[in-house]
């Protein structure tokens, strides 16, 4: 009994520790290019069923000599040394014209690097190929394409472990596994790190979340909602009264959702119920992995939703708009008081208010509510999915870490974040970044991020995204909506948990649940939508649903997820 507590204790310290720090959001003007912006790290390491891999002798050698040599590599080299690298190209410029902050990366270090780009969408097609057809034959560094496993390159001797080389000539990188504690965890395998993956430190930064007409709450004396019961009592007000203004009480929609099913999970946040980023895949306190799409608080939750589309409340059009942009389409018509989306898209959303003549709107993002069971918010998680690895084709893999490490440096994250210093930022007495009227006003019209690719900067690593960079993209949003989403960061960082990122699967588990996944999801977004406009009834169909879930092999994908769940346990405690 003793020892199944300290188990569980364990268990849930781990868990503590490990999305403590784990909480970050990737803004809608901050999605990466080279990254895969899945929650799921599907393609993180699991161990190798093999014993530990012998690498070619040529890596060994270099391995051995680097760990026993003292000689720390600083840049810039004595002698220039050329790596390339493969990763998916930016859009608005390709990384082999040779872009303004890779000519300074190349000046301090030393350093030239040769790209090997392929443009976003055909990347991990082209890579997965490659690395297949011509294993002997790889770029020094690349992005892991989406689908391969790090265990498998590593035991296949692909690619090389880098630990040596990290506790070698790794400083940034050790600090940022001190900032980011899952992350080593989830690029190990059997004790070996086997990628070096870009980090968000953007932190709880304006999270995917509510947002709400704030003149409409002000025509009809509200407050901003708290609680779930409050946000029934506002929604109700919308659309019993004239909130948009116009004379007719019958035209609001009090709350809409992007076009599936998924965009309403957000209000399972206030069940305590994962759904929004990890699919309802999440252990319990005791670290037992739960299918909570067919939890008892689910079926509370489904049936609260069926009251709220039943009362009217809900957008009888949101399981057949498609996409998020339909319902954008109808906010911009004045007709929709609360919503979900990322408040990245409120100054668009006013703007184009305004332009339809309604002056006086305003939208706010509303801090998650307290709901029956808790209050918290689900976050996407503070790692890319797919990191860089080292290949055994590299000459100089102490040479290629140190580089890596120089990028994940102050330094190197400071060019990465924010370009050129006097070109396209400049710094502030109080440590924080101003950008200049270069990246804000571009007379083409590009949005910064658009600006700042032309520069080299917004690869996705492998680098740290800063939070300093977000707090300085509000300055192309108005005052008011920049102070409303800094006060619902700081207002929101108490409730957020991060989603849940798994070590990837061994190739036994792959098989044994191939394609499970997909039917059991059709299945289960297929009832959900159901339950909620109520073409079924969750009081009498709940156990034929249940049952039907656990016939399309739940406990079969729970017993993997389980495993998954155990390895990155195990690391978290090993590291």
Known sequence: GGNL???????KQVFKKATAFSLAVIMAFGLSACGNKSNEADNTPAPAQEETPVQPDSSNANADSQADSSSK?????????????????????????????????????????????????????????????????????????????????????????????????????????????????????????????????????????????????????????????????????????????????????????????????????????HMIQSSGWYPDENGQMQYEYISDNAREWFTWMNKMYESGLIDPEFLTLGDESKMFEKVARNEVGAFTANPSQIPTLEATLRANGVEDAVLIPVVVPKGPHTQSTEVIGDMAVDGYMVTSSCQNPEIAV?????LLSDEGAELLNFGIEGETYTKNADGTYTFTDAVLNDPDG??????????????????????????????????????????????????????????????????????????????????????????????????????????LSVEKIQAVKQAQYDRFVQEMGDN
């Open 5 to 11: 507590m300290k188990k569980k204790n364990n268990v």
């Open 73 to 273: 590599i600083t840049f810039p080299l004595a002698e220039p040394v050329e790596l390339t690298i493969a990763c998916a190209d930016l859009g608005s410029a390709s990384l082999s014209a040779n872009l303004p902050v890779w000519q300074e990366i190349e000046k301090r270090t030393n350093v030239k690097i040769n790209w090997d780009v392929t443009a976003a969408a055909q990347y991990t097609e082209v890579m997965k190929l490659r690395v297949t057809a011509s294993g002997a034959n790889l770029p020094d560094i690349m992005l892991l394409p989406n689908g391969l496993k790090l265990a498998e390159l590593g035991s296949e001797g692909v690619i090389l472990p880098l630990e040596q080389y990290i506790e070698e000539n790794g400083d940034a990188i050790l600090a940022a596994y001190k900032k980011f504690p899952r992350v080593r965890a989830l690029t190990s395998s059997e004790g070996h790190v086997y990628s070096i993956n870009s980090m968000n430190e953007a932190a709880y930064f304006s999270p995917y979340g509510f947002i709400i007409r704030k003149d409409w709450l002000d025509r009809l004396n509200l407050e901003v909602p708290t609680t779930i019961e409050e946000w029934e009592t506002v929604l109700t007000a919308f659309k019993e009264q004239d909130a948009n203004g116009n004379g007719d009480p019958s035209d609001e929609v009090p709350y809409s959702a992007g076009g599936s099913v998924w965009y309403t999970t957000y209000w399972g946040n206030a069940w305590g119920l």
């Open 402 to 406: 140190a580089f890596i490490n120089y």
């Open 446 to 551: 590009k949005s910064p991020k658009e600006v700042l690719e032309t520069y080299g900067c917004w690869i996705d690593g492998p680098t740290i995204k800063l939070e300093a960079r977000e707090a300085a993209l509000l300055a192309t949003y108005p005052e008011d909506t920049a102070q409303a989403i800094l006060q619902y960061t700081d207002q929101t960082k108490p409730f957020a948990v991060p989603g849940l990122t798994l070590p990837a699967e061994t190739a036994e588990e792959s098989d044994s649940i191939s394609g499970l996944n997909a039917d059991l999801k059709t299945y289960i977004y297929e009832m959900a939508g159901r339950f909620v406009v109520g073409t079924a009834d969750v009081e009498t169909e709940w156990d034929t649903y249940v049952q039907n879930a656990k016939d």
